[in-house]
């Protein structure tokens, strides 16, 4: 992955945080999933009043590219925070995968899958998937 995939990776994230749907968190997050052929697969979290059916923006791209036939992944870009008082959202620091989408991650992207936080003011953080979910549940 380029320098300049990657920049382009992290803008993407922080604007699909203004596509997400948090009327109860009021706390948005964008995705942007780079599949090894180049394509990439935006996701942003979507919530809902009985919580439990709520999705997170990490798991809307790889579902989205799943369901597209793909299943070869590079990276993902994270950008998250809540809202100000006109319910943008605003980034003031790095928002890692939750648990449940780091699982979802293991069955989809290999160890070395490359995770890229934002703050949102230039700070970048990187990790591989092993690194967030060391000895992981895998049955594949």
């Known amino acids: 992955m380029t320098n300049n995939q990657k920049n382009e990776l992290i803008e993407t994230a ?4 203004a596509a997400s749907y948090a009327p109860y968190s009021h706390f948005h997050v964008g995705a942007a999933l780079l ?18 059916p709520s999705n997170c923006a990490e798991r809307t791209a790889i579902f989205k590219a799943v369901s597209e036939g793909v299943r070869s992944f590079e ?6 925070g809540a809202e100000n008082e006109k319910g943008e959202p605003v980034i003031k620091d790095f928002c890692p995968p939750c648990g449940v989408c780091r699982q979802v991650m293991s069955e989809f992207c ?24 060391p000895e992981s549940f895998n049955l594949i």
């Open 35 to 52: 599949a090894k052929d180049g394509t990439v697969f935006t996701g942003c979290n979507i919530e809902n009043a009985a919580y439990g």
């Open 14 to 17: 922080i604007k699909m945080t």
């Open 110 to 133: 290999g160890k070395d899958f490359k995770i890229i936080l934002t703050d949102g003011n230039g700070g970048i953080k990187e990790f591989t998937l092993a690194e967030l979910l």
């Open 75 to 80: 990276a993902i870009a994270i950008a998250g």
